[in-house]
């Protein structure tokens, strides 16, 4: 049980771990874009990218060139969905890039992207292992209950009947025991925890008994069951051996007649 919540811990953990790796992979392909907007020659749906991108930068720089310290909240929001802006073109510029043979600038993505890789494979494996161990787990717990399945019924049963006349009878039961219900009178302990004895105490032994003579009973039950299928068996085996040796024998005796007739009419 507790391999299995380890395996669930760490599978977990390793989850959270995933989560901040492909965000680190989002980072590092939007600098792999940026580096590839701001370098070398460009063309196709790259050049395109990069005006776009030298656009919008201009455009920010100007806004937060004008504003300065005192910007608005609808400025600061304008500054934001620009930066958001030019980040995805730059996310897009670097998922280009990936597509577009090797030049090294991309090994960041390809090491962050193998750690991602080998965190995943160690998490199924991580899932793997606790989905085995919860099947050993339920395995051995129903191997345990199975068989006390009727103690454990009728303990759960005692309890609740037990329980109830308990509670509702409270003052009876330590009446029948020469003790008082209230604060006067005699009591085993205090009036407290005599009615606690009575409303708890006595519904567990009642449930214990019940559990005892329950599985007591099935046991018997059991061994009665098993014997009658032992005597079933065994004169199934007996009458299986008698026609046996009837059918043999009545061979035997067709032959034995056979073989006279057979001589005389040579």
């Known amino acids: 049980m507790i391999e299995h919540l380890v395996a669930r811990f760490e599978a977990a953990r390793l989850g959270l771990h995933q989560r901040n790796l492909r965000q680190r992979e989002e980072a590092a392909i939007a600098r792999l874009g940026e ?9 196709g749906r790259l050049a ?12 920010l720089q100007a806004m937060m060139a004008g504003q300065g310290t005192s910007a608005s909240a609808a400025s600061r929001q304008r500054i934001e969905t620009l930066e958001q802006k030019l980040y995805q073109i730059h996310l897009t ?9 090797p030049t090294g600038a991309e090994d960041e993505v390809h090491t962050i992207r193998a750690e991602l890789a080998n965190a995943e494979n160690e ?6 292992e606790g989905h ?31 329980r109830g006349l308990a509670v509702s009878h409270t003052g009876a039961i330590l009446s029948a025991f020469g003790l008082s219900a209230t ?11 005599d009615t606690f004895l009575v409303q ?6 009642v449930a214990a008994l019940s559990a005892y003579l329950a599985q007591r009973l099935a046991e018997r039950v059991r061994a009665a069951v098993e014997t009658v299928r032992e005597r079933s068996n065994q004169a199934t085996r007996v009458a299986g051996e008698a026609r046996l040796a009837a059918a043999a024998e009545a061979r035997d005796t ?5 073989r006279p007739a057979a001589r005389k009419s040579r």
């Open 200 to 205: 708890y105490g006595l519904p567990l032994a």
């Open 254 to 258: 067709r032959e034995a007649r056979a």
């Open 35 to 43: 580096k590839t907007l701001t370098g070398g020659v460009r063309s």
């Open 183 to 193: 604060r006067r009178g005699a009591h085993l302990v205090s009036a407290t925890t």
């Open 48 to 59: 395109s990218l990069a005006a776009e991108a030298t656009a919008v930068r201009g455009r």
């Open 132 to 162: 085995r161990l919860a099947q050993e787990t339920w395995t051995q717990v129903r191997s345990w209950i199975t068989p006390r399945t009727p103690a454990l019924t009728a303990m759960l049963l005692g309890w609740w009947i037990a």
């Open 123 to 128: 998490r199924d494996r991580l899932r793997g």
């Open 93 to 101: 510029a670097g998922r280009l890039a990936l597509a577009l043979p």
